[in-house]
């Protein structure tokens, strides 16, 4: 990581780079790119998924989540704001976002040849995409496994329930800005503190992360902790539900920096952040331990929610979409269509000019090949 640091900064001073712009922040090559910038006094931007969905992205100066310039901000600091205008509403494309991404392991594998050292943050081969079938497999049968369960939840005479949804398994909140390392330690933590301190008539909900279905499963481990804590059937597990069905109907909502506490909040469900994150401030979520969150969770202020979540869309949301069917910035219709017509045109000269490159042999000028790729993309 040391060339890597030494290598950006060169770069930035021969190409007289003014601005760095990444997606996400807990990535170590980021996080040096942030401390880079700053000592270079140069702009540091960072996209994320929308904090408030859906309709936004999240774009800001100086890093997002924990990072975010939010996080040290008291409520009484935030000035009182307006509810912005959300002139678009997105219609989300999965089959867009898969496509992206076929795209984007795709170029991964066909570069693999000429970068054999690069280590990339997520695994490239045919084993990643036997994840993702498994995972359309898996929502099938949880579907159906889990349908008494779900029932249950969201029956009229519901259990009185906590709910812990997961993040993803190798997601950087957690190892950057948690006091855990693994989402296990997470769960046993949060399962050890209900069995011993939580009421004895109330059920805690661990919900699967909907992107880690293929890669992961809690279940044996979830039920190992219930019976070694004392608490086998009041500790469950589900994968597939709706989750603003469950947050109307729990008592209080627990995790470690997900932006779903976001989502609780706005259902008028205290949170209790466990890990750094940006909301976690005193007035909008609970600040005692796990073991009192239990027995007296709270109420959400909702004056406070409202100040806050409308100062967090002025000063970060963009009301667009990375993935919806609309481009990002409003398009005239003459326009659209036109740029429609090309797209399939576009996709297969990238994938073929992506693939020759990778196996040309040739020293590889990256700079030339974006600037061909942003004009045929851009138009």
Known sequence: MVSWESFLTDLIAERRIDAIVVFGTSRRHHRIAARVAE??????????????????????????????????????????????AKPRKFRHSFRKMALYSFWYFAGGMAGARRYPHYQHHKPFGMHELGLWIRAAYRKQLYRWQERPLREQLLANDHPHFFLAPLQVYNDSQIRVHSPWRRIEDFIEWTAYSFAEHAPADSVLVFKHHPMDRGHTDYAAFIEACAARFGASGRIVYIHDAHLPSLLHRCMGLVTVNSTTGLQALFHRVPVIALGRCFYAKPGLTYQGSLD???????????????????????????????????????????RRKHLQRRKLARLLFVAGLVTADAYSGRVWDITATVNVLAALLVG
């Open 292 to 334: 009192a969150f239990w027995n007296d969770p709270g109420a959400v202020d909702m004056r406070v929610y409202s100040r806050f979540r409308n100062y967090l869309v002025r000063v970060s949301q963009i009301n667009s979409s990375f993935y919806a069917d609309d481009m990002l910035v409003p398009v005239p219709e003459q």
């Open 39 to 84: 000592a270079l006094g140069i702009a540091f931007w960072a996209f994320e998924e929308g904090y408030v969905r859906p309709d936004y992205i999240t774009l800001e100066c100086g890093g997002v989540n924990a990072d975010s310039p939010l996080a040290p901000l008291a409520i009484a600091d935030i000035p009182k704001v307006k509810v912005p």
